[in-house]
């Protein structure tokens, strides 16, 4: 879950994001990325905080796949693979020649070490079911390895590709979270606690025209002013993620900065009590889906910055079926609803915000006046995290709130009826278990699609819009990703253009 903030500002300020690599990337430099959060460890393997895969996936750790900034699936260490047309074994062909950093050689058997290390019992991985699907591992030879599934999971890839998948070397790996070793472009160089990452160029990366940089160093600055002051001070190049999109105009005058904004994974959603009257009604969810003027809500909360969406799924990562013109901003429909709902005159609800975050705050202001129109009154009550943790979400003791789903791949939560928006759909449940085992890419479009159409038409939530990616950077920097289509901040092509 993630943060962002508020307040309208002109689009046209905003330079265009493009990737100039029609021109030559030119090697060398260094470059100073500002992030608001420190990670609390550099193990992406060990723990689920996005904060240590924004420093480290991609750039000091690779896995045998990587998702590229258009958010497909793209060789990492592994060149290529096949899938059975059951969809139950996977060959991976692995990269020739590649070292840790600490020089010890990466090969077949170092992987499948990783692999039943990150399964075992007692694990320390973050996610070890992600792993436990693999029933067999086969290393026919060095550069070759074959993994068998239990059973069909079309998400494995997916899994493959993240931060919990990344290959540690079998010597060090211990040291991991404070002295991370792996095969990425960079080598970690230094920690310096409460201040800085420090990595430097791998000279003996398997890929010899990358990286561009010869070092780069992500300082941790968690006030959006305090970032914005340090990139116009030329303490930082680059502000990696700007929370607060209402500074953005000011950036964006400065011909020596330019602004990019694309699009994450994170979907800000107005989280509703599925099990709890009146909003058990699909009526009144259909109602309230109605009554929302989204893209209002983005110009009025994220300065005009956002991507609206109709459904539980970034526009940004495959498989996505756009759903937002199912529920039209239509007052008249949405009366009318409600009169077939039985609430012809509306009802009083609660709706608690996360103190935490700013842009939860705004955006249930602006709906309340929004559902205010059909007869909805809203009482609003701001709630400390540890209560919105403790009652809201593991009690599920609410009607509506606001919150930010960052984690990409998590539309199985809706297949879960004790998760805290308590939504309880066999109908669902079926079609995400055939979606998981889907054995080839036109199933796997065609039930996670179904997904995606069911859960806008159910109104489970009040599917509201993407956090943007917001970065803002000196106007010489070249190859940073616009979208967010993964947790991670990928160095490997990025360059200054002299």
Not at 40 to 67: C, F, H, Q, W
Not at 268 to 286: A, E, G
Not at 295 to 319: E, F, K, N, R
Not at 416 to 424: A, L, S, V
Request: hydrophobic residues 45%; negative net charge; contains cysteine.
């Amino acid at each position: 879950m993630k943060k962002v903030v508020f307040i309208l500002l002109a689009l046209a300020l905003i330079v265009p994001a493009t990737w100039a690599m029609a021109e030559s990337p030119q090697k060398g430099g260094s470059l100073n990325i500002c992030v608001g959060d420190e990670p609390p460890g550099l193990d992406p393997t060990a723990s689920a905080s996005a904060a240590i895969d924004r420093v480290v996936y991609a750039n000091i750790m690779e896995g045998l796949v990587k998702v590229d900034r258009k958010g497909q699936f793209v060789p990492g260490l592994a060149t290529k693979w096949e899938v059975t047309p059951d969809g139950k074994i996977y060959t991976f062909h692995l990269r020739k020649g590649v070292s840790f950093h600490n020089g010890e050689p990466f090969n077949a058997q170092v992987a499948k070490w990783n692999l039943e290390r990150s399964g075992a019992e007692g694990t320390q991985n973050a996610h070890p079911e992600f792993f436990r699907v693999i029933e067999k591992i086969e290393t026919p030879d060095n550069n070759t390895l074959k993994l068998t599934l239990k059973d069909v999971d079309a998400l494995f890839i997916v899994h493959m590709a993240e931060g919990d998948a990344v290959m540690l070397p079998m010597k060090g790996y211990e040291n991991a979270a404070a002295a991370p070793i792996g095969t990425g472009p960079f080598k970690f160089a230094k920690w310096n606690r409460g201040d800085s990452v420090e990595m430097v160029r791998n000279e003996n990366y398997w890929n010899d025209h990358l990286p561009y940089l010869n070092q780069v160093t992500y300082r941790f600055i968690k006030d959006p002013s305090a970032q914005v002051a340090a990139l116009k001070a030329g303490d930082v190049d680059i502000i990696g993620w700007l929370f607060a999109p209402e500074l953005a105009a000011d950036i964006a005058k400065d011909k020596r900065f330019k602004v990019l904004a694309g699009a994450s994974t994170s979907e800000v959603i107005m989280s509703t009590n599925n099990k709890v009257k009146p909003f058990d009604n699909k009526l009144v969810r259909q109602a309230m889906a109605h009554a929302i003027d989204r893209q209002t809500v983005i110009d009025l909360i994220m300065a005009g910055y956002g991507t609206v969406i109709g459904s539980h799924w970034p526009p940004v990562t495959p498989y996505y079926k756009n759903m937002t013109g199912r529920f039209t901003y239509d007052l008249e429909k949405a009366k009318d609803l409600m009169v077939q709902a039985g609430y012809p005159n509306g009802f009083e609800a609660t709706i608690k915000l996360p103190a935490i975050y700013a842009y939860a705050q705004r955006a249930g202001e602006v709906i309340a006046d929004m559902l205010g129109q059909i007869g909805i009154k809203l009482k609003i009550e701001v709630v400390e995290w540890g209560y919105w943790l403790d009652r809201v979400f593991k009690q599920k003791d609410f009607e509506l709130t606001m919150i930010g789903h960052a984690e990409p791949w998590d539309i199985g939560i809706y297949a879960n009826p004790d998760y805290y928006f308590q939504y309880d759909s066999q109908e669902f449940r079926d079609a995400y278990a055939k979606a998981l085992k889907a054995p080839n890419e036109v199933e796997k479009t065609k039930w996670f699609g179904r997904c995606q159409e069911l859960i806008a038409e159910d109104a489970v939530n009040g599917f509201l819009f993407l956090t943007p990616s917001l970065s803002a950077m000196k106007v010489e920097l070249t190859g940073w990703w616009e979208n967010y289509p993964t947790i991670a901040m990928d160095c490997t092509e990025v360059w200054w253009k002299k």
